[in-house]
């Protein structure tokens, strides 16, 4: 089985654009987590989404926002891009949402923002 | 608000030999889970090890353990036997417990390197 896929791997956008970036999940899985990682600190909660519902949000501006979809894949939108919006985006997929969950994650999308 | 936090920003062993991760956390929740991630250079975060706070018995998986001091509040990793491929960042993370809603709070990471 395909573990949870991200797209794109590289992205360079400049301040003030808007990105989209996307995950599929692993087949069966229907939680979905972003996760914002800068350089040199560990990954930081922006959302998550199950059955389609936002069930958590991390302290990230409105300019934050995500959806998932009917078959569970998801999308990350981040408007007005900033400087320190330069990261690498974590996407995490689990089966349920319990505290214990063990978390499948991606290889994530390196955003650079010039 | 929870709290981890990785005191030791880079650690490195030789290879075969024993190294310890240390972390610490602070929460007013008396039930949690406590986890290890490994990221290598491909960036995927790979869970390692899992310890729930209501059970006493230190959980052990292959050639990793922890030990889990409550009280403490520690959380520390030991990697016995170390290999070539052990080499990676390693976070530290908490969750709370319960179904509903959940996030990982990682510390900032620890970079081990393993000599030949």
């Known amino acids: 089985d395909a573990g949870v896929t991200q797209s794109p791997t590289h992205l360079i956008k400049t301040r003030g654009q808007h990105v989209t970036l996307r995950c599929s999940p692993i087949?069966?899985?229907?939680?979905v987590s972003w996760y914002q990682q800068v350089l040199g600190q560990g990954p930081q909660f922006i959302f998550q989404y199950y059955e389609k519902e936002e069930r958590g949000r991390g302290n990230f501006p409105d300019r934050f926002s995500a959806r998932q979809f009917p078959n569970y894949s998801s999308e990350l939108n981040v408007n007005a891009l900033l400087l320190g919006d330069s990261a690498l985006y974590l996407c995490?997929?689990?089966?349920?949402?319990?505290?214990?969950?063990?978390?499948?994650f991606g290889s994530g999308t390196q955003l650079s923002v010039l | 608000a929870q709290t981890v936090t990785q005191s030791q920003p880079e650690m490195s062993v030789q290879e075969a030999e024993t190294v310890t991760l240390s972390c610490t956390y602070d929460t007013s929740e008396s039930d949690y889970y406590l986890f290890w991630y490994k990221q290598p250079p491909s960036r995927q975060m790979i869970l390692v090890i899992r310890q729930e706070a209501y059970k006493q018995q230190n959980a052990t998986e292959n050639r990793f353990s922890v030990n889990f001091q409550k009280a403490a509040k520690s959380f520390s990793l030991k990697i016995s036997d170390s290999q070539l491929g052990d080499a990676a960042m390693y976070f530290c993370?908490?969750?709370?417990?319960?179904?509903?809603?959940?996030?990982?709070?990682f510390g900032k990471g620890t970079k081990l390197s393993v000599i030949p």
């Open positions: 087949s069966g899985h229907k939680s």
């Open positions: 995490a997929s689990s089966p349920a949402l319990r505290g214990s969950e063990k978390l499948f």
């Open positions: 993370a908490f969750s709370r417990s319960g179904a509903g809603s959940y996030q990982l709070t």
